[in-house]
C-alpha cells in the first residue's frame, strides 16, 4: 500500500510499504480523511525530541472498517465509516488505574508512536474506533479537534450561562467556541488574526478581540466580573499569563495550547478568588461525535483545503505557511 512516510526534518513522501499486519484486537481502516495539526508540524520539522524518524504520521483521521479482529463481538461493521481516537492510554500505571488516563505515563499514540493515517490503510486497536456513520471521511477526521475541546470543556465544568474566553482562534479555539456555544454559553475569542476573529464571529462568538484589547474587551463583557472559563489554545505565554488575569471569582482556566514555559500564580488567586487551573489532554469523543453531527456547516469551515495523498510534501508546506484565512489542511485519498 501507499504511505507517506517522513525521513528527515522537512521531508515527507509517499512510498509503497508492507500492507497492514493488524493483531489481535485490532481493524484495519481504508483511511478518507486526515487533518494535520500543529503536533503533526512540529514532528515533521523534527522539533519533537521524543519522535525521531522515518515516521508514519496522521493522527487525526476517518474512515471505513476493512476489517475487524478475529472473534470481534461488537457493534462495528465492515464498511462502516469510523472515526479514530489515536491516543492510547497504557491502562497499568498509577493515572491509569485511578481513572486519570489523560496523565497516563506511557499513552502511545497513532500518528506518532504507532503508523498514523497518512496512508492507504492503517491498523487501529478496534476500541479506539467510534462510530461516525453518517458523517463524511473530512468530517469524521475533524472529530478529533472536536474531541479535544470536548475535555477542555469537560475539564472547565460550566454550568448555567456561564461565559467562556477562548485564547487563540486557531483549530482547538474554535472547536471550543462551536462546542460551547452549541451548550449555551456566551464565548469571547482572543487571536491576533482579524480573518480567524471574524471566521469566530460566524462560528456564534459573542464578542471578538485582539489580545492587546483583551482586558477592556473582559471587563466590558462581563461587566466588571471576569470570565468563569478561559481556555488557552494558543500555547503562547503572553496568551496564557492574559487568560489567568482574565478569569473572575470561582473561575477555571482550562489549558490546552501546548507549551513549556512558567505559568506563574499569585497565591491569592488560588486561595481567595478560588480560582482553579486545569489542563485538558486527550479527547472526549462520544460529546465530541454529537457537536460535530448536529453543526456540520460550521465544521464544514474548518476543513480549509483538502490535498490528495500524493501531494502530501504540499500539503505539509501549506500547512507551515499557513495563509491567514487558513483553519485546517487535510489530507483526502
Ligand atoms: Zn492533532
Ligand atoms: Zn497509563
Redesign the pocket.
Known amino acids: 500500500m501507499r504511505a507517506a512516510v517522513t525521513s528527515a526534518p522537512g521531508r515527507i513522501a509517499v512510498e509503497t510499504v508492507a500492507d497492514p499486519d493488524p493483531g489481535p484486537g485490532d481493524a484495519v481502516l481504508d483511511v478518507g480523511a486526515v487533518g494535520l495539526c500543529g503536533t503533526d508540524l512540529h514532528m515533521y520539522l523534527g522539533e519533537r525530541h521524543d519522535t525521531g524518524f522515518p515516521l508514519r504520521q496522521g493522527h487525526e483521521l476517518g474512515g471505513t472498517v476493512a476489517a475487524l479482529p478475529r472473534g470481534y463481538a461488537g457493534s462495528l461493521r465492515l464498511g462502516q465509516t469510523v472515526t479514530v481516537d489515536p491516543a492510547i ?5 498509577r ?3 485511578r481513572g486519570r ?1 489523560p496523565a ?4 502511545r499514540a497513532l500518528g506518532v508512536a504507532l503508523p498514523g493515517g497518512l496512508a492507504d490503510q492503517v491498523v487501529v486497536p478496534v476500541g479506539q474506533l467510534h462510530d461516525a456513520d453518517g458523517l463524511s471521511a473530512v468530517e469524521a477526521a475533524l472529530v478529533e479537534p472536536f474531541s479535544i475541546a470536548a475535555m477542555a470543556l469537560a475539564r472547565a465544568e460550566l454550568v448555567g450561562d456561564e461565559r467562556v474566553l477562548v485564547a487563540g482562534g486557531g483549530p482547538i479555539g474554535l472547536a471550543v467556541t462551536v462546542a460551547a456555544v452549541a451548550a449555551g454559553h456566551a464565548v469571547l475569542v482572543c487571536d491576533p488574526l482579524p480573518a480567524r476573529r471574524t471566521l469566530a464571529s460566524e462560528l456564534g462568538a459573542d464578542a471578538v478581540c485582539a489580545p492587546a484589547e483583551l482586558a477592556d474587551t473582559v471587563a466590558e463583557w462581563t461587566g466588571g466580573a471576569g470570565t468563569d472559563v478561559a481556555v488557552e489554545a494558543s500555547g503562547t505565554r503572553s496568551a496564557l499569563d492574559a487568560a489567568l488575569a482574565a478569569v473572575g471569582a470561582g473561575g477555571r482556566l482550562v489549558v490546552v495550547g501546548v507549551a513549556a514555559h512558567d505559568l506563574v500564580v499569585p497565591v491569592p488567586r488560588v486561595l481567595f478568588d478560588g480560582v482553579t487551573i486545569v489542563g485538558a489532554r486527550a479527547g472526549l469523543f462520544p460529546q465530541a461525535l454529537s457537536v460535530v453531527a448536529a453543526h456540520r456547516g460550521e465544521v464544514a469551515r474548518f476543513a480549509s483545503v483538502v490535498y490528495p495523498l500524493e501531494d502530501v510534501a504540499a500539503a505539509f508546506t501549506h500547512a507551515i505557511e499557513r495563509p491567514d484565512a487558513v483553519v485546517k489542511v487535510m489530507v483526502a485519498r
Open positions: 492510554p497504557c491502562g497499568r500505571c493515572p491509569c488505574r488516563w497516563c505515563r506511557s499513552f
